[in-house]
């Protein structure tokens, strides 16, 4: 196991202490490892089995079909599925967890007759896209308790961003003209997994030139060409930990002028988001702080024509950077999130993933990104929305620089926030 017992044995005292003030006496609380999936005409094939976040981070075993039950009456009770006697024979064994066989779990739910139950994790009842109204209030105090990183998790996800350090180490002398997109994931990917990586927590992320505006580009066999802008996205995982970084690199004998005011202007609006984001500040904020400082950039260049304050109130900004500032990392490159909502809120043109006020120990990525993307651009609706606050004509000039993101990953913290990944350069 990745975690010690002792802060296995914290998250479920942390756990029950919140659930008690929400359960009745004779409601229970079941969250579900999940079972592999069957590879379609693969016969006794599946894929590769990731267990459900909530029941990893809640005991640390990594086995399918387990169930973990909480109830006032019973308090936590195990329930894991035994290695068999085919898994010896053909995978080599596994690692026995402690917990009652699970053969035996249908007597003990059916035996306690309990009035209600909540199901959490992966299960037959799942209700991910749409979870019912009762469920909600559980997964959230659930959640609540999840998106505060324990000590064990912020180590774990530093010794992830040194790992993944060491592929854009190994980047910095491999990217040059000539080689591809493909070339480059798989030198980043390889040096990563062999720092000790157990895979990748994504599709690597790889935009050359004009490329690089593509938000989540997958690596083609487009060769780099000299003074090409070069995007990289790229993180580490053990154990469904993961890092999530983006840095830029240039081709030529550096950034061209072009290329350096757009760098400029992204580095400023995370640095701006970083330094303002603290505990009880809105998340949102953090957007906004991004937005400004990318929205006077653009106005410095000639690209917009309002002030920054009007081109984030209208969401002309949006036009050039469409995503919202970060997401929540940690377990899985999307942690635990906000609330359950349907419809999220716009800021400055964008959806954000998070719309919540900042605890201490929590774990963000800030990842403001500029981009010149041709489909927005030429894009007749979004023109005619925005046709006093963007000079188009200048705005096309950009073209080819394609775009650039920068992305850390931070500890939000009352007296200075902790980024994991800063010691990645940025040039």
Known sequence: MIFSQETIKTRKEQTAKSLEKILEEDEVVLVHSGTP?????????????????????????????GVSAYSKRTGWV??????????????????????????????????KKFSRTHRLGQHSESHWMNPLKDELNVLETFNSIRRVKDHEEIELVRKLAHIAGAGYTVLKDFIRPGVTEREIQLAYEGAVLKAGSE??????????????????????????????????????????????????????????QQQKNIFDIVLKAQTDSIAMCKPGEQWHNAHLASARAIAQGLKDLGILRTSAEESVASGAVSVFFPHGVGHMVGLKVRDVGGPYNPYPKSYAGARVRVDMEMKEGYLMTFEPGLYFIEALLTDQETRAKYKDAVNWEEAMKWLPVGGVRLEDDVVIKAQGNDNLTGFIPKI
């Open 37 to 65: 999936v069957q590879k379609p005409g693969g016969h006794d094939q599946t894929y590769y089995f990731h267990p459900h976040p909530d029941y990893y981070w809640l005991t640390g075993v990594r086995r399918p079909s």
């Open 78 to 111: 195990d329930f894991v599925q035994p290695i068999t006697r085919e898994e010896k024979i053909w995978e080599g064994g596994g690692v026995a967890t402690e917990g009652s066989d699970l053969s035996a779990f249908d007597a003990w739910f059916a035996e």
């Open 199 to 256: 895979k990748m927590p994504y599709d690597t992320i790889v935009g050359a030139g004009t490329n690089a505006a593509v938000l989540h580009a997958m690596p083609t066999s487009r060769i780099v060409k000299e003074g090409d802008l070069v995007l990289v996205d790229g993180g580490a995982d053990i154990g469904d930990y993961c890092v999530d970084i983006t840095r830029v690199f240039h081709t030529g004998k550096g950034f061209s």
